[in-house]
Nanobody, 123 residues
């Protein structure tokens, strides 16, 4: 079982960029598909992006396509979320999550979660 710790959140103006990192400890990180989810104030947690265990394929929500990119470095046991052209509606707590083998957009299929990092986009 891996443990996940997110970092890189903060306050940024609309149009700006941030890169979130999620560091994994424990064994077999390269067996895990990784995802990013977010929870905006007063809303349910939603899928943002996911990547296969060896990084050959990614998928992302329509709301972030063309602006956000997920990537991973298995040598560093880290997954990233590069966020560009940020909008106030991107304000949320961002969580990374892992599940063995196959990616999914479904929150309940992920078995390992980080504690979250706050991203605030000011207008």
């Amino acid at each position: 079982q891996v443990q996940l710790v997110e970092s890189g959140g903060g306050v940024v103006q609309a149009g700006g960029s941030l890169r979130l990192s999620c560091a994994a400890s424990g064994r077999a990180f390269s067996n895990y598909a990784m995802g990013w989810f977010r929870r905006a104030p007063g809303k349910e947690r939603e899928f943002v992006a996911a990547i296969t265990p060896i990084g050959t394929s990614t998928t992302s929500a329509d709301s972030v396509k063309g602006r956000f990119a997920i990537s991973r470095d298995n040598a560093k046991n880290t997954v990233y979320l590069q966020m560009n052209s940020l909008k106030p509606e991107d304000t949320a707590v961002y969580y990374c999550a892992g599940k063995v083998f196959f990616t999914s957009t479904v929150e309940r299929e992920y078995t390992v979660w980080g504690q979250g990092t706050q991203v605030t986009v000011s207008s």
